[in-house]
C-alpha cells in the first residue's frame, strides 16, 4: 500500500442500503444512524432512495418516507460528516438537485453507465454550480473493456468530476481486473479515482484493498453490509483492516462497530449474506438491485430467481431497465408453460 496512504470513506448503507429494505427507512433511522456515523467521524454519508433522486416509483420501489425529508433531518444532525446523494440521470432531475442541496446535501454523486456518461455534463456542471463537490460514477464496470472504462471516465473528468469511481454494480468484478481498471484510471486522470464494490462473489474486500493498492483514494462501504445484493465492503470492517496496515482514514473503528451492532442490526430484515440469489447476481453480472424485484416476478411466475438472474444476464441489461425483470420472467414462463399466478 504504498501509494496512498489517506483512504477517504464514504459510507452508503443509507443509499445503497435502501434496496434490502425495500425503502422502508423511516426519519428515526436515518437521524439515529446518520449522528451515530458523525460521531464516528465518517467523512461522507451518502443519503437517497437506491436508485438515487427520483428513484421512487413503481418501477423502481416507493419509499416509505420522502428522501428530500430523509436527506435534511441528516443533514441537520451532522457536524464532522457531508451529506452526499446519488442521481442518475433520467430518473433524478436538475430540480431535486437543486432542492438537496438547498436541504444540506455537499456532494453530488452522478450515476451513469458505464458507456452513457454522455448523459452527465449538465448534471455534473450544475453541481459545481451549486457548490457541491461531484463526483462521476460509472455503473457496471464489468461490462467494457478497460480502454472504454478509461475513456469514459475521462469524459466525466472533463465535464468537472472532483473524482471518478469505478463502481462494480454487480459485485461481477475480479481482483485482477480490479486491478487493471483502477491503475489504468489513476494513471490517466488527473482527478481521484474511488471504487464502490457489491461482494456478491465474497471479493468486495478483496477488490477494495486492490484498489487501494493501485491508487484509489475514495472507497464506498456499508455499515453491517447493508446495501444491495449481498452488500458492499463491510464498512467497520473495511476501517478496521486499514487501521491495521497503517492506512489512515480518520474513522473512529469502536464507535462505527457500535453503530453497526445497536443502530444498523435492527434495521436489516435478515443478515445480510450470500445468498444463492445474490452468488448468481456476481456470476451473472446482473446489477445488485435487481434482487428483491426479481424474487418478486419469480413469486408471481413460479420460476427460479436464478434462471431470471441469469437470463437477465444474457440480455446485458442494466440499471434503469427494471421492467424489463418481468418481461424476461413471463417470457420464461411462456417457453415452459406456466401460468402466472393471479
Do not use: W
Not at 432542492?99 to 448523459?119: P, S, W, Y
Not at 483502477?182 to 479515482?193: D, H, K, P, Q, S
Not at 457500535?258 to 443478515?271: I, R
Amino acid at each position: 500500500m504504498e501509494k496512498k496512504r489517506e483512504i477517504r470513506i464514504t459510507e452508503v448503507a443509507l443509499r445503497d442500503g435502501s434496496h434490502a429494505i425495500r425503502h422502508q427507512f423511516t426519519v428515526d433511522q436515518v437521524t439515529k444512524i446518520a449522528r451515530g456515523l458523525d460521531e464516528a467521524k465518517v467523512p461522507v454519508i451518502e443519503v437517497s432512495h437506491g436508485d438515487g433522486l427520483g428513484g421512487s416509483s413503481l418501477q423502481y420501489g416507493l419509499s416509505l418516507t420522502n428522501e428530500m425529508e430523509l436527506i435534511e433531518v441528516a443533514a441537520s444532525v451532522v457536524n464532522h460528516s457531508k451529506i452526499a446523494v446519488l442521481l442518475l440521470p433520467g430518473i433524478g432531475t436538475m430540480p431535486e438537485l437543486k432542492q438537496a442541496a438547498n436541504l444540506g446535501a455537499k456532494m453530488a454523486r452522478i450515476a451513469t453507465h458505464v458507456t452513457e456518461a454522455d448523459v452527465s455534463p449538465q448534471h455534473i456542471a450544475l453541481a459545481k454550480e451549486l457548490g457541491m463537490e461531484t463526483v462521476g460514477f460509472l455503473m457496471m464496470s464489468h461490462m467494457v473493456p478497460t480502454t472504454k472504462l478509461v475513456e469514459q471516465a475521462k469524459l466525466m473528468e472533463s465535464y468537472g468530476a472532483d473524482c471518478v469511481y469505478v463502481v462494480d454494480s454487480a459485485g461481477a468484478l475480479l481482483p485482477h481486473e480490479v486491478r487493471e481498471r483502477i491503475r489504468a484510471l489513476t494513471n490517466e486522470l488527473t482527478v481521484e479515482v474511488g471504487f464502490h464494490a457489491h461482494n456478491n462473489l465474497s471479493l468486495a474486500m478483496a477488490n477494495t484493498l486492490v484498489a487501494i493498492e493501485e491508487g484509489a483514494t475514495r472507497i464506498d462501504g456499508s455499515i453491517r453490509c447493508l446495501g444491495a445484493g449481498a452488500g458492499n465492503t463491510q464498512t467497520e470492517v473495511l476501517v478496521s483492516v486499514l487501521d491495521r496496515m497503517g492506512v489512515h482514514t480518520g474513522v473512529d473503528h469502536y464507535k462505527l462497530m457500535d453503530v453497526a451492532e445497536d443502530l444498523v442490526a435492527p434495521v436489516l430484515e435478515k443478515p445480510q449474506e450470500i445468498t444463492k440469489d445474490s452468488l448468481v447476481l456476481g456470476y451473472a453480472g446482473v446489477y445488485s438491485s435487481f434482487l428483491l424485484h426479481t424474487r418478486k416476478a419469480a413469486e408471481r411466475f413460479g420460476l427460479d430467481p436464478r434462471d431470471i438472474l441469469i437470463e437477465l444476464g444474457r440480455q446485458k441489461i442494466v440499471g434503469g431497465q427494471e421492467d424489463m425483470i418481468v418481461d424476461v420472467a413471463a417470457d420464461i414462463a411462456k417457453q415452459r408453460n406456466i401460468t402466472e399466478k393471479v
